[in-house]
Nanobody, 129 residues
Framework: QLQFVESGGGLVQPGGSLKLACTASGLTLEHYAIGWFRQAPGKEREGVSCIAQALDGTVYVEYVDSVKGRFTISRDNAKRTVYLQMNSLKPEDTATYYC???????????????????WGQGTQVTVSS
């Protein structure tokens, strides 16, 4: 059974940093694209970033414009964990962050990852002074 557990959220001041982790079980991580998504109260879920690995081992990453230059996605296949390093956080980054998977490619992670599955419970990120 595929399962994800997100962790690392918390309360941080604007301009601060957090590192989220998405730990997987029940799958061989390198076969899957892993996306990070977020949902703020009253808003629709949105794709934030995605990471995939080609058969030749090449790693591909994608980011939505609102987080480019501030967020960095990475993966550690041995630990079955995907990370999201978030720097220069803004109040508008406040949301519950989720990870999910689809086989091989990041296609469809934006706008909202409707073709991604095995959603975790999420981790809350609050950016406030």
């Amino acid at each position: 059974q595929l399962q994800f557990v997100e962790s690392g959220g918390g309360l941080v001041q604007p301009g601060g940093s957090l590192k989220l982790a998405c730990t997987a079980s029940g799958l061989t991580l390198e076969h899957y694209a892993i996306g990070w998504f977020r949902q703020a109260p009253g808003k629709e879920r949105e794709g934030v970033s995605c990471i995939a690995q080609a058969l030749d081992g090449t790693v591909y990453v994608e980011y939505v414009d609102s987080v480019k230059g501030r967020f960095t996605i990475s993966r550690d296949n041995a630990k079955r964990t995907v990370y999201l390093q978030m720097n220069s956080l803004k109040p508008e980054d406040t949301a519950t962050y989720y990870c999910a998977q689809r086989l091989r490619t990041c296609s469809g992670y934006v706008p909202s990852g409707t073709n991604f599955g095995s959603w975790g419970q999420g981790t809350q990120v609050t950016v406030s002074s």
